[in-house]
């Protein structure tokens, strides 16, 4: 079996969305774009096919009959802050929103949650403790900010 691939469903914007999410991420990259053969979109971009990281997706320009919300989201796994930073601003660059606990929605209307390492084990630590000073502290941000992470972690 082949690997999966995700289908992202948007109005017009689908070319433009992969062009945008193609020069955020690593190893990324347009593969093909295919146009509407016939019909009143003839011409216009139908799918594009491309790939983020390794991950391929495909962005179907389907009309206005669906929109995204936060029930699907695509996790960033971050090393550092810098990364952090760095896919945040990227992401929400344009008329992006933040949300709440390291979760954005970007121009387009897709959510993606940005996470630095080490988030799942500080919460799920053995120290319920200290899991739920991490979870206090992780519902006070918007960006994650790792060092506040761990000095939560480390009270």
Not at 38 to 67: I, W, Y
Not at 110 to 123: I, N
Not at 128 to 135: D, I, Y
Request: with cysteine; hydrophobic share 40%.
């Amino acid at each position: 079996m082949d690997a999966f691939t995700t289908c992202l469903w948007f109005d017009t914007q689908g070319e433009e969305a992969a062009k945008f999410y193609t020069a955020i991420f690593p190893n990324s990259s347009v593969e093909k774009v295919t146009p509407y053969p016939t019909g009143e979109r003839a011409g216009q971009t139908m799918t594009v096919d491309f790939e983020l990281n390794g991950s391929k997706f495909v962005a179907l320009n389907g009309g206005p009959n669906f929109t995204f919300n936060e029930s699907i989201s695509f996790m960033v796994p971050c090393q550092d802050q810098a990364e952090v930073d760095h896919y945040w601003t990227s992401l929400t660059e344009g008329g992006g929103e933040e949300s709440m606990c390291g979760w954005l929605r970007d121009r387009f209307g897709v959510s993606w949650q940005v996470v630095p390492a080490g988030l799942e084990e500080m919460l799920s630590s053995l120290d319920p403790a200290r899991a739920e000073r991490v979870s206090q502290a992780l519902f006070q941000m918007r960006k994650i900010v790792i060092a506040d992470l761990e000095a939560a972690a480390a009270r």
